[in-house]
């Protein structure tokens, strides 16, 4: 992350915010090169794109290609390795008819430079006062669940270093893959009321943001969490608005606790992972011939019983639910 005040060193940066751009401006570095044009085109509301961007160049353009727009910045090793602004052409001629103020231009580099301060005065400051900073700032009210999938994943996973408890953790993932916080929580222990309580507070948050309806929730089967979920308040028509899905790994996990045996739990990963119903059925087709093998050699009152059957195990699993 970028910490704003090695940015603007004053008489480096000839560039200020309020300022267009203009040959012969001339920033500390690159982080200031770019972060000038996001400021830029935040408070102008338009948006642009990288047309390329090397260690010792940046070109930026409109994002509408009618509009010319453009800027282009170099290091100046001679001028101890300043940026400076080699060429301009400005001010935008496109019109920002329907452009949403959401902060699009904003990468997540720039907001946490900008709310950065506040949470180092107070790191509990909710979601809605760092929002606040961005839109007083930049009157653009940024978006953030609101751009990824309505998938939801959630775990838990113990501490082992100076403090005991469990880490409990909840995100998002958006078009690019890119894996986004959405929540996170210490708590004592994994049990049903502490799950209750950190869901509680993720679902409240998460209606400040999106319609709290069609949102897929994927975790570990901890019954705590699926307990908590069926309670969440239902559609008009009685219906639950909140899908849960168990995780794949934590399912052939779990299948390996019982069975202990890396070459099933390979072969129930791969059964999950196939996308063709033909393949699934013929992956499971071996899990099921195991279990047959096994069953020769063990007595039908055996109170150990499930233990050799790795392929009734999975097929109880709510096999739609694998994700
Ligand atoms: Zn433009």
Not at 89 to 103: L, Q, T, W, Y
Not at 267 to 280: D, I, N
Not at 293 to 303: C, F, H, I, K
Request: with cysteine; aromatic share 10%.
């Amino acid at each position: 992350m970028v910490d704003p005040s090695r940015l603007q060193i004053t008489f480096v940066s000839t560039w200020e915010d309020g300022m267009h751009f203009s040959k012969g401006l001339t920033f500390a570095n690159k982080e200031a090169v770019k972060r000038a044009l996001i400021i830029y085109a935040a408070k102008d509301n338009r948006n642009f794109i990288v047309r390329r961007s090397t260690k010792t160049k940046l070109c930026d353009a409109c994002v509408n290609t009618n509009c010319k727009w453009y800027v282009r910045a170099f290091m100046k090793a001679k001028l101890s390795g300043l940026w400076m602004v080699t060429s301009y052409v400005g001010p935008h001629s496109c019109v920002p008819f329907g452009m949403r103020r959401d902060g699009k231009m904003m990468d997540s580099n720039f907001v946490a430079s900008e709310i950065v301060g506040k949470l180092r005065q107070n790191h509990t400051a909710r979601i809605d006062e760092l929002w606040e900073i961005i839109h007083t700032k930049y009157n653009h009210k940024l978006s953030y669940y609101k751009y990824c999938r309505p998938v939801i994943s959630i775990d838990g996973t113990h501490l082992y270093g100076k403090y005991r408890g469990v880490l409990m953790i909840a995100m998002a993932t958006d078009a690019n893959q890119k894996v986004l916080p959405l929540a996170f929580a210490v708590v004592d222990k994994e049990s049903g009321a502490s799950w209750g309580w950190f869901l509680e507070c993720l679902r409240i948050s998460i209606e400040h943001v999106i319609p709290n309806e069609g949102i897929c929730i994927i975790f570990d089967r901890h019954k705590g969490i699926k307990c908590v979920i069926a309670e969440w308040p239902r559609g008009e028509d009685g219906n639950l608005q909140v899908f849960h899905r168990y995780c794949l790994r934590h399912v052939a996990s779990n299948f390996n606790t019982h069975f202990d045996d890396p070459s099933l739990k390979a072969l129930a990963l791969k059964a999950g992972h196939a996308t063709h119903e033909a393949k699934f059925e013929s992956i499971m087709q071996t899990i099921k011939d195991v279990e047959i093998n096994a069953l020769r050699s063990v007595q039908p009152d055996d109170s150990h019983i499930a233990r050799y059957m790795p392929y009734t195990y999975l097929m109880s699993e709510d096999l739609d639910k694998w994700t």
